[in-house]
């Protein structure tokens, strides 16, 4: 009877020690932080045919979240004035 307990117990235990590690590397840089950036005056290349000048361009965790003249820019986020460099 006691056996019985000790499979029961190593059947429960067992998934939680094989879920408590990380079994593979992470490739690139390992950042959980949110990455939130706006970059202004910005002349922006959309495509090879277009080119918006002093345009904003707005990314959230490596992710093009707007492009445009008139975006608007969330409050608490990093700004870079990019003084017309391009992008």
């Known amino acids: 009877m006691l056996k019985k307990y000790y499979i029961l117990l190593l059947v429960l ?9 990380e079994g593979f590397p992470v490739n690139g840089v390992n ?3 949110e990455n939130h950036y706006a970059f202004i ?3 922006i290349i959309i495509d090879y045919k277009t080119k918006l000048e002093n345009g904003i361009l707005v990314i959230k965790n490596g992710m093009i979240i707007s ?3 008139d975006v608007p820019i ?3 986020i990093r700004v870079f004035d ?6």
């Not at 235990?13 to 590690?21: A, K």
């Not at 990019?82 to 992008?87: D, H, K």
Request: glycine fraction near 12%; charge should be neutral; charged fraction near 15%.
């Open 67 to 69: 492009v445009g003249k």
């Open 41 to 43: 005056n910005a002349n």
């Open 31 to 33: 950042d959980v932080r």
């Open 13 to 21: 235990i067992i998934p939680f020690l094989s879920h408590s590690q």
């Open 82 to 87: 990019l003084q017309g460099n391009y992008v």
């Open 74 to 76: 969330p409050e608490g």
